[in-house]
């Protein structure tokens, strides 16, 4: 074979191959955007594009771990009543009330198979199915955190239960986790 054919077939086919590695990484990023919404633009904000799309996709195969189960009908009305308990004690203790909805979510993700370690931590595992609410989630503690040091006014105690419910809400729900539709969770923050 000629030389110069040699050259073209290597050139054509390093052509081929880099076409293809980019439209594989397009469809990782598509992928990636779809399933984490608005915590891929925070994830890279905070790292960068090239390397939040491997910290998201190693959240992803570290979730997937996890024994994420259903609550069963009798789990799942404990936690509504505790809840609404949480809603009934913040008018006379919104401190107090604020508190126990942080301790409640904790609680449900814990029932629900997300292991408890650092704050950081848990709102990264919580991102991969509920990726829709987990800034409030953020921000729900982030005010609990201003609490606890005496900066944090009645509205914004209000606004931590709030967030804390968004969460609640959707960790509530008995379906098949990370098939939670795009645009179709509220986010509240």
Known sequence: MDPKTVVIVVAVVLVVLAIVWVAMRKRRTAALQSRFGPEYERTVREQGAAR?????????KRVEKFPIRELAVDERERFVTEWRDVQARF??????????????????????????????????????????????????????LRHRKGEATTEDLRSAVIYYRSLFDELLQNKPVGTTPVGTTKEVA
């Open 52 to 60: 939040a799309e491997s910290v998201l996709w190693e959240r992803q």
């Open 91 to 144: 008018v006379d203790d919104p401190k107090g009330a604020v508190n126990e909805a942080d301790g409640l979510v904790a609680r449900l993700m814990q029932a629900r198979g997300y292991p408890m370690s650092d704050f950081e931590q848990r709102a990264a595992d919580i991102s991969v199915d509920h990726p829709r609410v987990v800034a409030n989630y953020r921000a729900g503690h982030e005010i609990t």
